[in-house]
């Protein structure tokens, strides 16, 4: 199957445009893609921004995605560019996290259980001129909407203690800045940013160096958090 220009590479896939309106989305190790495409369709049913889902060519992979393209920065190269400030990332990160966490759940019947992205982070938000679309449902799952705070703010602060990452004072800044706007609906909770440190402990997408910094990931939302 022809792919076209590479536009992004995260961990896991590599995107490619197809044509003017569409991407390939293929796993790097082919992975089920089954729930993930449900996942989307279904938040996107209820007006939640994720990408168009298209129909793989002939040939294609089982595993590829066709998605629609998305044109614009995501929110991490916005705001390594200066186009959008720490303040502007929390607030839409947050009303992100909250409308998702509003949907009820697909498959749980646990009425406290919603749907969960688990990787709401900058480098999974374009910036398109028809708002922000939210990407990389690869992990996206049910559960209690407070791991995904903490999942959110762990990511960040372990970026914050990456000795390799150029921005850390400013990516400290948006931590605290996403606590802040997180605080009335909980924060991240110590329990829930337990469960968030041991399921980042476990991925095999985090280098050793990474790993190595969310003991003090946890402590930095702890700290970065606002007082009670
Ligand atoms: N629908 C899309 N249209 C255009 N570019 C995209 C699209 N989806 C993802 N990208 C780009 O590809 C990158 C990697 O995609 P992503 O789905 O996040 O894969 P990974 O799981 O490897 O992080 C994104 O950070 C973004 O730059
Ligand atoms: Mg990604």
């Known amino acids: 199957m022809h792919?076209?220009?590479?536009?992004?590479?995260?961990?896991?896939?590599d995107v490619y445009a197809l044509d003017g309106s569409w991407v390939l989305r293929r796993?790097?190790?082919?992975?089920?893609?089954?729930?993930?495409?449900?996942?989307?369709?279904?938040?996107?049913?209820?007006?939640?921004p994720v990408p168009r889902i298209g129909t793989p060519a002939e040939g294609a992979r089982p595993t590829d995605l066709v998605l629609q393209r998305l044109s614009g920065p995501t929110m991490a190269e916005a705001l390594l560019a200066g186009s959008l400030d720490a303040a502007g990332a929390a607030a839409l990160l947050a009303r992100l996290l909250r409308e998702l966490h509003a949907i009820p759940p697909r498959v749980s019947t646990d009425p406290e259980d919603c749907v969960l992205h688990l990787?709401?982070?900058?480098?999974?938000?374009?910036l398109t001129d028809r708002g922000p679309v939210v990407a990389d449902w690869s992990t996206a799952a049910e559960g209690p909407p407070g791991l995904d705070r903490a999942m959110s703010a762990l990511t960040l602060a372990r970026t914050a203690l990456d000795p390799e990452f150029p921005a850390g004072a400013e990516v400290r800044a948006l931590l605290r800045a996403l606590l802040a706007e997180l605080d009335e609906e909980g924060g991240?909770?110590?329990?829930?940013?337990?469960?968030?440190?041991?399921?980042?402990q476990k991925s095999p997408y985090l280098s050793a160096r990474e790993r190595g910094c969310l003991r003090g990931a946890v402590d930095l939302?702890?700290?970065?958090?606002?007082?009670?």
Do not use: H, K
């Open 3 to 13: 792919t076209g220009q590479l536009l992004g590479s995260g961990r896991t896939a």
């Open 188 to 200: 991240a909770s110590l329990t829930d940013l337990t469960l968030a440190r041991t399921r980042q």
């Open 119 to 126: 990787d709401l982070r900058p480098e999974n938000v374009m």
């Open 27 to 48: 796993y790097r190790d082919p992975a089920d893609t089954t729930r993930e495409l449900a996942v989307m369709a279904y938040v996107g049913a209820f007006g939640f």
């Open 221 to 228: 939302v702890i700290g970065c958090a606002p007082r009670r």
